[in-house]
């Protein structure tokens, strides 16, 4: 990966690097508030308290998530090897689970889950292979692909709805909510469901294949230079999204050490 390639801004369709740069200015500010507030303020600064309560950031939350991966199923739709990128970022997953999990056992964390076994990386990782089973498919096939997987995430939410309180565990479930572990939700930290994210990555798809037939740029005169560093970071998501992570854990465990 050239995270400095002074050509890419040129070559690449920097709208959808624009995007996606918003969306992950957006996914840094909201882990920043998480780390003020756990190491920071515990839980006693008014305007992240009600940051986390609120419905602005609930809604927010879920039209970023969504949008996430309706640009990755975009790049699946460009990419020249899904199968190859599928299988590298679930080694990466899985190597996030295993030193996650390490992590877990110290007394520092003994508090709070801090082991991952399946987060917004896994939901991508797990969408993109499921396209490749989908990717010599026509559109029209793609589409009805993607309806008999919104029918099935209906069936999900009524299962969900009529198990309400129920912490019987059921392996069929596990396998929709926690693939890699068979434990309820709160168990484990950052943790997303497959369902629905893994359809706007379909979604994404099918608006490529249908606005980027040629695989160019549909504003190729429109380019400002304004645009080269948050396309800079919409170029570099996965890079960013786990190395702010590391960062932002050992600067807020370092500063957090110091003032308590």
């Given amino acids: 990966m050239k995270l400095f390639d002074k050509d890419a801004f040129e070559k690449r369709i920097h709208e959808i690097d624009l995007f996606r740069g918003f969306l992950i200015l957006l996914v840094i500010f909201d ?38 991966l309706f640009t990755c199923g975009l790049s699946c739709h460009l990419s020249r090897n899904n199968k190859k990128r599928g299988l590298l ?11 996650t999990h390490l992590l877990q056992l110290l007394p520092m964390f003994s508090n709070r889950a801090v082991c991952i076994d399946f987060n917004i990386l896994g939901v991508i990782c797990l969408s993109i292979l499921l396209y490749v089973l989908c990717e010599k498919l026509s559109n029209t ?7 008999i997987m919104m029918v099935f995430y209906f069936f999900i939410i009524i299962s969900e709805r009529e198990s309400a ?8 479930k596990s396998i929709l909510y926690v693939p890699f572990n068979p434990v309820r939700e709160f ?21 490529a294949r249908k606005y980027y037939p040629a695989k160019e740029s549909l504003f190729p005169n429109r380019k400002g230079n304004w645009e080269k ?13 786990v190395a702010h992570e590391i960062l932002f854990t050992l600067i807020f465990m370092g500063i957090g050490a110091l003032l308590y």
């Fill in 31 to 68: 882990h920043l508030m998480w780390f003020f507030n756990y190491y920071i303020f515990h839980n006693e600064q008014a305007f992240i308290n009600w940051y986390w309560t609120s419905t602005l950031r609930f809604v927010v939350r879920q039209v970023v998530l969504i949008a996430f």
């Fill in 89 to 99: 970022l679930l080694s990466l997953c899985l190597a996030i689970t295993v030193v």
């Fill in 141 to 147: 096939n793609l589409l009805l692909v993607t309806g």
């Fill in 165 to 172: 309180g129920d912490m019987t565990y059921y392996p069929f």
């Fill in 187 to 207: 168990h484990v930290g950052d943790y997303l469901p497959l369902f629905p994210y893994c359809i706007a990555l379909f979604f994404g798809v099918l608006f």
């Fill in 229 to 241: 560093p948050i396309c800079f970071l919409g170029r570099h998501t996965l890079f960013i999204y």
